[in-house]
């Protein structure tokens, strides 16, 4: 049983270039979690979707950065115009459900975006 | 604004004792806790987590604490084992989704 996948683990980009990040989650799950961390930093939650749907972007930046989860395919994460500050571990996870009270999650490996 | 505090960055034990991992909140909403371990390179993975309507939460070598009064849990794992040594998360929720409020972590290191 194959956990999260996210690809690319490392990514290097200069500034002003695209990011796309992709993450399939665990089979079976249907909710997808970004997390974002910053050096030195813990995980900040980013954004929450489900198949289709966008449910939750209260920790998304309101530019550059979108998140989408469609009916086919794996979730991506895709920051615009990439500035240095945006150079952090990128973490998704998923669930197979709502997760009333518990808030497990099975965390991916991370994809680690550098900008130069 | 950090809802969460871990204010130990490391931690340094000797195998066979006690680690106690501590973890301060400022939000009187939160109404679960988790405690995530995290190796280098790879993702958080899930270890324990204690609901607010409880004070204790046991499972294996690892105890979860916690004190609502005091906005305070910690983490106790006996006996430490070389193995443990990474970094150690603490997450709060409040909603009936897995939005979580993570520390900033601490480092533990068990030495043989």
């Known amino acids: 049983n194959a956990g999260v996948m996210q690809n690319p683990r490392h990514l290097v980009r200069r500034r002003g270039q695209e990011a796309r990040l992709r993450c399939s989650p665990m089979?079976?799950?249907?909710?997808v979690y970004w997390y974002r961390q910053l050096p030195e930093e813990g995980l900040k939650f980013m954004v929450y979707l489900q198949k289709e749907n966008i449910i939750d972007e209260s920790g998304m930046p309101k530019e550059r950065f979108s998140a989408e989860f469609p009916k086919e395919g794996p979730s991506i994460l895709r920051i615009q115009q990439v500035v240095r500050g945006d150079s952090a571990a990128y973490f998704c996870?998923?669930?197979?459900?709502?997760?009333?009270?518990?808030?497990?999650?099975?965390f991916g490996e991370g994809s680690r975006l550098t900008v130069l | 604004d950090q809802q969460v505090k871990q204010n130990s960055p490391s931690l340094s034990v000797q195998e066979g004792r006690i680690s106690i991992l501590n973890c301060d909140y400022t939000?009187?909403?939160?109404?679960?806790f988790l405690w995530y371990k995290k190796y280098p390179a790879e993702g958080p993975t899930f270890l324990i987590s204690i609901s607010s309507i409880k004070d204790k939460n046991e499972d294996g070598r690892f105890t979860v604490f916690l004190n609502k009064s005091a906005k305070h849990l910690s983490l106790h794992i006996v006996p430490s084992q070389p193995g443990d040594s990474a970094v150690y998360f603490c997450a709060a929720g409040g909603t009936s989704y897995g939005k979580l409020t993570f520390g900033q972590g601490t480092i533990l290191t068990v030495h043989p």
């Open positions: 939000n009187s909403m939160f109404d679960y």
């Open positions: 996870a998923s669930s197979p459900s709502r997760l009333a009270g518990t808030g497990e999650l099975f």
């Open positions: 089979k079976g799950h249907s909710h």
